[in-house]
């Protein structure tokens, strides 16, 4: 006869730390998504349905934080100092501003202005 295993089991009342009976640390996020789970509509709070409402709110911030993150950090001042020099002035005969233009594009249609004014006068 095979000698007997005598299995242990798990010691029973063991007392539990500081640690194991805090409750668990929620982020903001999750404390958002478990507020409005009971909000939504029975279908959407399981299933995927309300992984694509976890996703809409994951992407919405990503967004968010990825919009903050070019409007503090993405541009120095010398960085929209040149690009802001790529743009000029346009103005009518009596030198109001009328538009804002690209200024390689403005530079051009005077050119070719000047250039038709002289064709027309038989200059070249």
Known sequence: MPPRVQLRTPPTGT????AA?????RSLGGLILSTLRPAL???????WRWRSVQAAWIGGIGFV????????????DAAIATEAAK?????DANNRVVDIGYK?????ALRARARAAQLQDGEL
């Open 21 to 25: 009976s805090a409750p668990p640390a």
């Open 87 to 91: 743009y000029t002035f346009v103005r």
């Open 104 to 108: 390689p594009i403005v530079d051009q």
């Open 41 to 47: 509509p029975r279908s959407f709070q399981t299933g």
């Open 15 to 18: 007392p539990r730390t500081a």
């Open 65 to 76: 934080v990825l919009k903050l993150a070019f409007l503090f950090f993405g541009q120095t």
